[in-house]
């Protein structure tokens, strides 16, 4: 006689959590997430800088980048498509994004540890931040995995160059609002996006790089609620 029991459909369901248990957990997970993401932008002791009402689309919190003792030093607030790495020519023609980094502004200090001194932040910083910033979204078609890296490194150095050099051939200038406050930003443009950056009289160093949409028609103005990036 077959004495070995089969499990019920009653019983195999009962060993798993229900699909509407696995659905509340998860959005408790992505809002303990998003309070997280909040509270570390709620720590900068500088005002955040976005793209003015002018822009309906969609907004969303990337991240900020602190000092040794905590303090944060710089960050990211996004807009419009969210960008990733695509190998496609027609992905990338159609992402339509813009990337605001906010650069506290700050003198020549003493590393958090004691150990060193870092150089003051200036628009250089934000261009810097700007352009290695696109190259993270980027990815030429005609490259594969293992060619990619030497090319990132490569263009990352030359990024690097560039922002040390806001007055060379590679930048122009364009004034964009700030605040409502009319701002000469350095801008210069290659076949992956824009880059662009300049220093405001809030204190801080903005820097933006994005494509699919023209930097031309950008505004800028302090974000005093975080509410629509969460």
Do not use: C
């Not at 700030?178 to 000469?184: A, C, L, M, S």
């Amino acid at each position: 006689m077959e004495t070995t029991s089969r499990p019920t459909a009653q019983n195999t369901a009962s060993d798993s959590p229900a699909p509407d248990v696995e659905d509340s957990k998860a959005a408790e997970r992505a809002e303990a997430a998003a309070r997280s993401a909040a509270d570390a932008y709620a720590r900068a002791p500088f005002p955040w800088y976005g793209l003015d009402a002018a822009f309906t689309g969609q907004r969303w919190l990337m991240q900020v980048a602190s000092a040794a003792d905590g303090v944060v030093q710089h960050g990211s607030l996004g807009h419009g498509d969210e960008p990733s790495i695509r190998t496609e020519a027609t992905a990338l023609e159609k992402e339509r994004f813009a990337v605001v980094i906010t650069v506290a502004a700050s003198p020549v200090r003493r590393s958090g540890d004691g150990t060193g001194v870092l150089d003051a932040t200036t628009a250089s910083s934000a261009a810097w931040l700007a352009g290695s910033g696109l190259l993270a979204h980027t990815w030429p078609p005609q490259l594969d995995h293992t060619l990619r890296d030497d090319w990132l490194d490569q263009q990352t150095e030359t990024a690097f160059e560039l922002a040390d050099d806001l007055q060379g051939p590679a930048w122009s200038t364009l004034s964009l609002p700030v605040d409502g406050e009319p701002t000469t930003f350095h801008y210069r443009e290659s076949e992956f996006g824009w880059v662009l950056a300049g220093s405001t009289a809030a204190g801080v160093h903005i820097g933006a790089y994005g494509r699919g949409m023209s930097a031309y028609g950008l505004g800028f103005f302090e974000v005093r609620d975080l509410g629509p990036y969460v």
